[in-house]
């Protein structure tokens, strides 16, 4: 056993497989527990998995790229794509092209867990020169509760999924900061993923790094070279992912939708916690109380007393793990109901609708410290094995027990779950969850049930005849002895075409939030989704861009 010990601890590819090994046992056994995405009940997961249905059925049709579900809301049509981008889906969407589905995010789910433990590793290792450090922070950050919440009880998967590219987004941050700065795009690179991802993560992201940068101010005014590297990777960040943010908001500017007309997601502050949920949020993982909460979790709230043990320990790096506890411990206090979230500046970020979105970045700050203590306080061979074989056995059984609470209190197929069924229907809300993309005139989903598959016209003598949907275009005839106007079974957005005998033509939303089309001559009506020029120019920008980084990574590590 001696020999073996000194033979992991002498070589680094060793320790590193090891831990790779480990790392994809847990990731199987929490999909065990959890079981497959089959048999998911988490709350959001369909509205993601219609995300991804949507998206391979586009790619069977060789549509892409494609922004409107047209089968949700009763073939009514419901735009996602330009609030939710699709980037990181695309490789699985491939998967469920010549397979199913469910198998895609299956393959989804493990590929981006294993990612989100490997670059965790790189960043810990690269920042506090530890692989022990790194692998301890890799799997209690890959394995927080939060994040088994985000991705199974949820079903959060945008959410869940930015875990994986958060540790990029730090390291890059600590290259321009204190390290190499002409390593910039590495801050571009992960920053632009973050976004593909979740738009509010990114927003959240942005406020971290405020925080950290004026912390580290005085290491950007000695240098005034990383502050301009700093810019340049923000204007690449920019650039790359210019096919979302402007569409966006254009699509914003264009209309006014249920997001900022209702808000359905009860705003900032919605989510915050009374003071005895937020301490069952620490022992999450092992007690509960009747309800479905997480927080830190048992494990990494256990870990970070051992700062407590640490003397005579005074370098940056056990500095910068202190750090990042002083701001896991605020942003937990934000997530209460001390916190004023209604006032100003707080306010200004009232579209994240619920402030526990920040144990994602405590977890974070959380797993590096908790990694780094530790590798500090054990010295010797036998006493770390030892502790990371009980960090192991401790996150098999939270993640059991936390799947198995979820199980009790919510089982699958129960009355009143409406996350139940596959196929979007009424019953459901069809899989909208707030119906944030609703356009706002649409005076709620009961009129889409009611009004069917038809189209209206304001003339008793006009006909409509023929009414079919093929796809992404909907089609009918229509016969008009005078001027009229065509109301279709079609939610508007901006981006819409409409023909009649082959012409475009005008059209407009009508006061219910549907596309009103005035017609003067009989003839075949069509109408789809064709996209805007914002769209289509600023798709080749990214695409572009994302080419030029690559070639310009390569040729500087060949250089």
Same mark, same amino acid.
């Given at each position: 056993?001696?020999?073996? *010990?000194?033979?992991?601890? !002498?070589? &680094?590819?060793?320790?590193?497989?090891?831990? %790779?090994?480990? $790392?994809? #046992?847990?990731? +199987?056994?929490?999909?065990?527990?959890?079981?497959?995405?089959?048999?998911?009940?988490?709350?959001?997961?369909?509205?993601?998995?219609?995300?991804?249905?949507?998206?391979?059925?586009?790619?069977?049709?060789?549509?892409?790229?494609?922004?409107?579900?047209?089968?949700?809301?009763?073939?009514?049509?419901?735009?996602?794509?330009?609030?939710?981008?699709?980037?990181?889906?695309?490789?699985?969407?491939?998967?469920?092209?010549?397979?199913?589905?469910?198998?895609?995010?299956?393959?989804?789910?493990?590929?981006?867990?294993?990612?989100?433990?490997?670059?965790?590793?790189?960043?810990?290792?690269?920042?506090?020169?530890?692989?022990?450090?790194?692998?301890?922070?890799?799997?209690?950050?890959?394995?927080?509760?939060?994040? *088994?919440?985000?991705?199974? !009880?949820? &079903?959060?998967?945008?959410?869940?999924?930015? %875990?994986?590219? $958060?540790? #990029?987004?730090? +390291?890059?941050?600590?290259?321009?900061?204190?390290?190499?700065?002409?390593?910039?795009?590495?801050?571009?690179?992960?920053?632009?993923?973050?976004?593909?991802?979740?738009?509010?993560?990114?927003?959240?992201?942005?406020?971290?790094?405020?925080?950290?940068?004026?912390?580290?101010?005085?290491?950007?005014?000695?240098?005034?070279?990383?502050?301009?590297?700093?810019?340049?990777?923000?204007?690449?960040?920019?650039?790359?992912?210019?096919?979302?943010?402007?569409?966006?908001?254009?699509?914003?500017?264009?209309?006014?939708?249920?997001?900022?007309?209702?808000?359905?997601?009860?705003?900032?502050?919605?989510?915050?916690?009374?003071?005895?949920?937020?301490?069952?949020?620490?022992?999450?993982?092992?007690?509960?109380?009747?309800?479905?909460?997480?927080?830190?979790?048992?494990?990494?709230?256990?870990?970070?007393?051992?700062?407590?043990?640490?003397?005579?320990?005074?370098?940056?790096?056990?500095?910068?793990?202190?750090?990042?506890?002083?701001?896991?411990?605020?942003?937990?206090?934000?997530?209460?109901?001390?916190?004023?979230?209604?006032?100003?500046?707080?306010?200004?970020?009232?579209?994240?609708?619920?402030?526990?979105?920040?144990?994602?970045?405590?977890?974070?700050?959380?797993?590096?410290?908790?990694?780094?203590?530790?590798?500090?306080?054990?010295?010797?061979?036998?006493?770390?094995?030892?502790?990371?074989?009980?960090?192991?056995?401790?996150?098999?059984?939270?993640?059991?027990?936390?799947?198995?609470?979820?199980?009790?209190?919510?089982?699958?197929?129960?009355?009143?779950?409406?996350?139940?069924?596959?196929?979007?229907?009424?019953?459901?809300?069809?899989?909208?969850?707030?119906?944030?993309?609703?356009?706002?005139?649409?005076?709620?989903?009961?009129?889409?049930?009611?009004?069917?598959?038809?189209?209206?016209?304001?003339?008793?003598?006009?006909?409509?005849?023929?009414?079919?949907?093929?796809?992404?275009?909907?089609?009918?005839?229509?016969?008009?002895?005078?001027?009229?106007?065509?109301?279709?079974?079609?939610?508007?957005?901006?981006?819409?075409?409409?023909?009649?005998?082959?012409?475009?033509?005008?059209?407009?939303?009508?006061?219910?939030?549907?596309?009103?089309?005035?017609?003067?001559?009989?003839?075949?009506?069509?109408?789809?989704?064709?996209?805007?020029?914002?769209?289509?120019?600023?798709?080749?920008?990214?695409?572009?861009?994302?080419?030029?980084?690559?070639?310009?990574?390569?040729?500087?590590?060949?250089?």
């Amino acid at each position: 056993m001696h020999n073996i *010990l000194n033979k992991i601890e !002498q070589s &680094g590819k060793n320790q590193y497989w090891i831990f %790779f090994s480990i $790392l994809v #046992i847990l990731t +199987l056994f929490t999909m065990w527990c959890n079981g497959p995405s089959s048999s998911y009940s988490g709350f959001d997961f369909f509205f993601h998995f219609r995300r991804l249905d949507v998206l391979i059925d586009a790619l069977r049709h060789g549509s892409y790229p494609v922004y409107i579900d047209y089968v949700n809301a009763e073939g009514y049509g419901y735009f996602i794509k330009g609030f939710y981008p699709d980037l990181i889906l695309i490789p699985f969407a491939f998967i469920g092209v010549f397979s199913s589905t469910y198998f895609a995010y299956d393959a989804m789910v493990f590929t981006m867990t294993i990612l989100c433990g490997v670059l965790m590793y790189h960043t810990v290792r690269v920042i506090f020169k530890s692989r022990y450090a790194a692998a301890v922070s890799s799997l209690l950050y890959t394995f927080a509760v939060y994040r *088994l919440y985000d991705f199974y !009880q949820r &079903g959060a998967l945008s959410e869940g999924l930015s %875990f994986t590219f $958060l540790p #990029i987004v730090f +390291l890059g941050l600590y290259y321009i900061v204190k390290g190499d700065y002409r390593k910039w795009y590495v801050l571009a690179i992960g920053y632009s993923l973050l976004i593909y991802t979740h738009t509010i993560a990114s927003v959240l992201m942005f406020v971290t790094l405020l925080i950290l940068l004026l912390v580290y101010c005085k290491s950007l005014i000695r240098e005034p070279k990383r502050i301009a590297y700093l810019m340049l990777a923000g204007v690449v960040t920019l650039v790359i992912t210019s096919y979302y943010i402007f569409p966006t908001l254009e699509q914003l500017s264009s209309n006014s939708f249920y997001l900022d007309a209702r808000t359905p997601g009860g705003g900032a502050g919605y989510g915050k916690v009374d003071f005895d949920i937020l301490l069952w949020g620490f022992v999450s993982g092992i007690a509960y109380p009747n309800i479905l909460w997480t927080g830190v979790g048992i494990i990494l709230t256990s870990i970070i007393f051992l700062r407590f043990f640490i003397k005579g320990h005074k370098t940056d790096r056990l500095r910068a793990a202190d750090i990042g506890v002083v701001i896991g411990i605020l942003f937990i206090i934000a997530t209460s109901r001390i916190f004023p979230w209604g006032r100003f500046p707080f306010n200004i970020l009232s579209f994240i609708q619920y402030p526990w979105r920040l144990y994602e970045f405590v977890s974070f700050f959380f797993a590096i410290a908790g990694g780094y203590y530790l590798s500090l306080l054990l010295t010797k061979s036998r006493q770390r094995m030892a502790a990371f074989a009980v960090i192991v056995v401790a996150t098999l059984i939270t993640t059991y027990i936390h799947s198995e609470n979820f199980k009790t209190l919510f089982p699958k197929n129960i009355e009143g779950n409406v996350t139940t069924s596959e196929q979007p229907a009424f019953g459901n809300r069809y899989h909208t969850i707030g119906g944030e993309y609703f356009p706002a005139r649409l005076p709620n989903i009961e009129y889409i049930r009611d009004r069917g598959e038809v189209a209206e016209t304001g003339n008793e003598d006009t006909e409509v005849t023929n009414l079919k949907r093929d796809y992404n275009v909907t089609s009918l005839h229509i016969s008009v002895n005078r001027t009229d106007t065509v109301i279709l079974p079609l939610l508007y957005y901006y981006g819409y075409a409409v023909t009649l005998n082959g012409e475009k033509v005008y059209f407009e939303e009508s006061d219910k939030g549907l596309i009103a089309v005035p017609v003067n001559r009989s003839g075949e009506v069509k109408a789809w989704y064709a996209g805007t020029t914002m769209q289509k120019v600023t798709f080749y920008i990214s695409m572009i861009a994302i080419l030029v980084l690559i070639v310009f990574i390569v040729w500087k590590r060949r250089e």
